[in-house]
């Protein structure tokens, strides 16, 4: 009995070690086994021109119309590296020095601190992420290109206030006459008992802004920029989904998914500026029809109207809770939280009560 236990061990071992001698690409069951939602950063990314060769050998996933990739397909295969927040459902991206962030259905990347809209989303099943076909493809084709001054991750996440204010100083008024809210709960950073527990943008309504903000109040570019997003099919969403959105946002250990705090925003445009500065406009009634993803607007062009897509009030479509929501990020960061309340307000005073 000793013998055969010793031989099966043996061959065991043998077994063992064969596979993982291995490469990636014939070990599935172990790569998928080792980097399920972790990071992974077991091959050194091979070169464009191989790298697409290789994407057409990764098996191809048909959802809906198009054909995806699995991220993990794409790692075994040394094409990209990445990792996966399977609680927020975003994965990362790198291949040599370009990173890419992707989130769940939010057809926007962000591409090494600066914003693009693609044609579709990542999709997450089973926690894993999967890839547009175009996307992988584009990701692949951009790396080979060297990485843009404008693009290097910038300095300002040890900005303080003053530099913060300075850095968004060429932003003009999105509704001219309008002023920054007196109402503290209006401003970025302003808790909140729901999404992450903080208000992550600046609200114009009517009151605290001294002028009167409804659906016949346009919205214009603060800059000039180049649209990321606009969303001219914006369905709304019944109050029963929108309510079973809040409870599965909560049930997230109080993190709410990007996904759910993106339906949230309702109706919205987004604009990549310049200096890496990224602003997103919620919750419009109507967006104006030459606002095309991939266009540029100019300083003061109507973007779209005020509204309440996406609100509670949104959803029972009533004429109550009128506002914009305006979300200010540099390089893809959400910078607010460090500052105190005083020296926020005195950022965006400075940026939009004399604009
Ligand atoms: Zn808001």
Not at 98 to 114: A, C, F, S, T
Request: net charge positive; charged share 20%; aromatic share 10%.
């Amino acid at each position: 009995m000793k013998k055969f236990a010793f031989l099966w061990m043996f061959g065991t071992l043998m077994f063992i070690s064969i596979y993982l001698s291995l490469p990636p690409k014939y070990t599935p069951l172990l790569q998928s086994l080792l980097y399920q939602d972790k990071p992974a950063f077991q091959t050194k990314n091979i070169d464009s021109k191989e790298a697409l060769t290789q994407l057409q050998e990764i098996p191809k996933r048909r959802l809906g119309e198009m054909d995806y990739y699995s991220l993990n397909h794409m790692m075994e295969y040394g094409i990209v590296q990445g990792k996966v927040d399977s609680k927020q459902e975003i994965c990362y991206i790198y291949r040599g020095n370009h990173h890419y962030q992707l989130e769940r259905n939010i057809p926007v990347l962000l591409h090494n601190g600066l914003y693009e809209g693609i044609a579709a989303s990542a999709v997450f099943l089973d926690k894993h992420c999967y890839l547009p076909q175009i996307v992988a493809k584009k990701m692949v084709e951009e790396s080979s290109k060297p990485v843009s001054k404008q693009s290097e991750s910038s300095k300002v996440s040890s900005y303080d206030a003053k530099q913060v204010a300075k850095h968004l100083s060429f932003l003009r008024s999105p509704i001219p006459g309008a002023h920054v809210s007196s109402v503290d709960s209006s401003l970025p950073g302003a808790k909140r008992a729901y999404r992450n527990g903080i208000h992550e943008g600046l609200d114009w309504y009517t009151f605290g802004t001294g002028k009167v903000i409804n659906t016949h109040t346009p919205v214009l570019s603060m800059g000039s920029g180049v649209v990321v997003r606009a969303d001219h099919d914006y369905q709304e969403m019944s109050p029963k989904e929108r309510g079973e959105w809040l409870i599965l946002g909560r049930q997230n250990n109080g993190q709410t998914p990007m996904y759910i705090l993106d339906k949230l925003r309702g109706r919205t445009v987004w604009i990549q500026f310049e200096n890496g500065v990224m602003a997103r406009y919620c919750h419009l009634s109507r967006i104006s029809a030459t606002v095309k993803v991939g266009e540029k607007v100019h300083t003061g062009d109507v973007l779209g109207y005020v509204g309440n897509s996406g609100t509670s009030d949104g959803v029972l479509k009533n004429n109550q809770g009128l506002h914009l929501h305006l979300d200010i990020l540099i390089h893809g960061q959400w910078l607010w939280g460090k500052y105190t309340v005083k020296e926020r307000r005195m950022i965006l005073e400075s940026v939009f009560n004399h604009s």
